[in-house]
T-cell receptor, first 115, second 116 residues
Framework: AQTVTQSQPEMSVQEAETVTLSCTYD???????LFWYKQPPSRQMILVIR??????QNATENRFSVNFQKAAKSFSLKISDSQLGDTAMYFC????????????FGSGTQLTVLP | GAVVSQHPSWVICKSGTSVKIECRSL??????MFWYRQFPKQSLMLMAT?????????EQGVEKDKFLINHASLTLSTLTVTSAHPEDSSFYIC????????????FGDGTRLSIL
């Protein structure tokens, strides 16, 4: 079985500052994919960034970047220049390449960007 | 980007009625559709996985006769909550996936179901 752990239920950051959300995971697969989704108050699930486990280079998408540490099974999300619109619940998710292709989600981190 | 359309967005109905939720992938072929349930301030709970043309695979504890899933085409999946009761009130979200490992799931906007 695979698990995803987000140890920070809530976080806050001042507008324009940088914040890092933590995520650790466990899987017996060697090949897998990691994702960060955000869910704003509208409750729409929006893909933020994705990482393929076989790629050593950390993924970046504009103000969003990850720190992928495969040996430590860690996949943190860094948000730079935080904006009010970044306020949302953030979910870390894992999909292995094995037969069970569904996403395993973490419990989420509620991020609030303060003006 | 890939779009999944989910309808209705909000439904209120009386106890005992059946409710159908529709999920369409608009610009890609979803070989797999996932149905989730989400309680307030909690993570998504997978209910079932359906592959086009096959019977859905339900997660442990999810009643397949209660939550009927149909995935008749590569662009349409439906979830029918049969004989709904107040405890079925929740937020239901579908997502579509092409089946390619490096591709993400694309989520619908969700359906808020309230059973009176």
């Amino acid at each position: 079985a695979q698990t995803v752990t987000q140890s920070q239920p809530e976080m806050s950051v001042q507008e324009a500052e940088t914040v890092t959300l933590s995520c650790t995971y466990d899987t017996s697969e060697n090949n897998y994919y990691l994702f960060w989704y955000k869910q704003p108050p509208s409750r729409q699930m929006i893909l933020v960034i994705r990482q393929e486990a076989y790629k050593q280079q950390n993924a970046t998408e504009n103000r969003f970047s990850v720190n992928f540490q495969k040996a430590a099974k860690s996949f943190s999300l860094k948000i730079s220049d935080s904006q009010l619109g970044d306020t949302a619940m953030y979910f870390c998710a894992l999909r292995s390449s094995g037969s069970a292709r569904q996403l395993t989600f973490g419990s989420g981190t509620q991020l609030t960007v303060l003006p | 980007g890939a779009v999944v359309s989910q309808h209705p967005s909000w439904v209120i109905c009386k106890s005992g009625t059946s409710v159908k939720i529709e999920c369409r992938s608009l610009d890609f072929q979803a070989t797999t559709m996932f149905w989730y349930r989400q309680f307030p301030k909690q993570s998504l709970m997978l209910m079932a996985t359906s592959n086009e043309g096959s019977k859905a695979t339900y997660e442990q504890g999810v009643e397949k006769d209660k939550f009927l899933i149909n995935h008749a085409s590569l662009t349409l999946s439906t979830l029918t909550v049969t004989s709904a009761h107040p405890e079925d009130s929740s937020f239901y979200i579908c997502s579509g996936w092409t089946g390619a490992g490096n591709q993400p799931q694309h989520f619908g906007d969700g359906t808020r179901l309230s059973i009176l």
